[in-house]
């Protein structure tokens, strides 16, 4: 049962314009949500994280949404930039373990110049 | 601050060995955590240790054990390697809940 979800395996976007990404989760009990970009053959590098009582939190061209009833979690980045081309995951802590992070399968994201 | 270090970065093995993998974590964190990347499954949690104690276990076989020595830095160990164990095996280190740091992977390959 895949409780993190990114429904889209990949996105294209041109430089500057907006790009979105989203992440659907099922366990109610998640608590505190990171986004990862991760580069092949890579560790992840962390980006951001918002807990579950804010519904947003902004560091620079990143900003994560959080919307709780829905479920629903989105990383916006803006202005998109080549260098941004990567796979971000979403990953959830809490459900009952404040120590491990349940990842969803990925988005990959192409920032075409 | 230094990072979190992994090695070795790259490892062959073949079927019916066993491998150890080695975790640094940043300094100052307690918390070491190792995931285990694959095409198919994504990234999936193997265990988590804190203190020398492991606090939480993913679903993967015996053969996969782990431990943390009191400077924090831990190892990961394989025992009867299967072809399907052939993927990156990443460590992650926190100060004890929260935002997890990744280091930048073992791959390991599996003939």
């Known amino acids: 049962d895949q409780q993190v979800k990114q429904n889209s395996p990949s996105l294209s976007v041109q430089e500057g314009r907006i790009s979105i990404l989203n992440c659907d989760y099922t366990n109610s009990m998640f608590d505190y949500f990171l986004w990862y970009k991760k580069y092949p053959a890579e560790g992840p590098t962390f980006l951001i994280s918002?807990?579950?009582?804010?519904d947003k939190n902004e560091d620079g061209r990143f900003t994560v949404f959080l919307n709780k009833s829905a479920k629903h979690l989105s990383l916006h980045i803006v202005p998109s930039q080549p260098g941004d081309s990567a796979v971000y995951f979403c990953?959830?802590?809490?459900?009952?373990?404040?120590?491990?992070?349940?990842f969803g399968k990925g988005t990959l994201l192409t920032v075409n110049p | 601050k230094a990072g979190v270090t992994q090695t070795p970065r790259y490892l062959i093995k073949t079927r019916g060995q066993q491998v150890t993998l080695s975790c640094s974590p940043i300094s100052g964190h307690r918390s070491v955590s190792w995931y285990q990347q694959t095409p198919g499954q994504g990234l999936q949690f193997l265990f988590e240790y804190f203190s020398e104690t492991q606090r939480n276990k993913g679903n993967f076989p015996g053969r996969f054990s782990g431990r943390q020595f009191s400077n924090s830095r831990s190892e990961m160990n394989v025992s009867t390697l299967e072809l399907g164990d052939s993927a990156l095996y990443l460590c992650?280190?926190?100060?004890?809940?929260?935002?997890?740091?990744f280091g930048p992977g073992t791959r390991l390959l599996v003939l």
């Open positions: 918002i807990s579950s009582i804010k």
């Open positions: 990953a959830a802590l809490g459900g009952g373990s404040n120590y491990k992070l349940t």
């Open positions: 992650a280190s926190s100060l004890d809940s929260g935002t997890q740091y």
